[in-house]
C-alpha cells in the first residue's frame, strides 16, 4: 500500500487506475475519526449492499454510478456526490467505469 503524500497539491482521480474486471482501492488518509479511500470501478462492477456503523459520503469524481440507498436506487454522474446514512443498507454499481471518492466520519 502506498502511502499519499501530504503538504502537496493532489490530483486525485489520477492517484488509481482503472483495472478490467475489478474494483481498485487506495486510501488516503485514515484517523480516528474517520478515513478517505479513492476507488476505481470498472463497468458493472460495485459494492454489493452492506451497511456502516457512520455516515460516509461518496463524491464521484468521472464516470457515472447507481448508489442504493436502503432500496432507493440514485444515478450519480461526475460532480455528484450524496451522504449514505449510518445503519441503512447500500450497494454502488458502475453504470460505466467510474471513480469515487468516499469520506466516512465517525459519530
Known sequence: MSITP???????AELVNYQEG???SRQITKAEAGNVTLFAFDINQGLSEHT??????VHILEGEAEVTISGKPFQLKTGDAIIM???????LKGL??????L???RA
Do not use: C, G, R
Open 52 to 57: 456502516a456503523p457512520f455516515d460516509a459520503l
Open 6 to 12: 501530504k503538504s502537496q497539491v493532489l490530483q486525485i
Open 85 to 91: 446514512p449510518a445503519n441503512e443498507p447500500h450497494a
Open 96 to 101: 460505466q467505469k467510474f471513480k469515487m471518492l
Open 22 to 24: 475489478s474494483v481498485v
Open 103 to 105: 469520506t466516512m466520519i
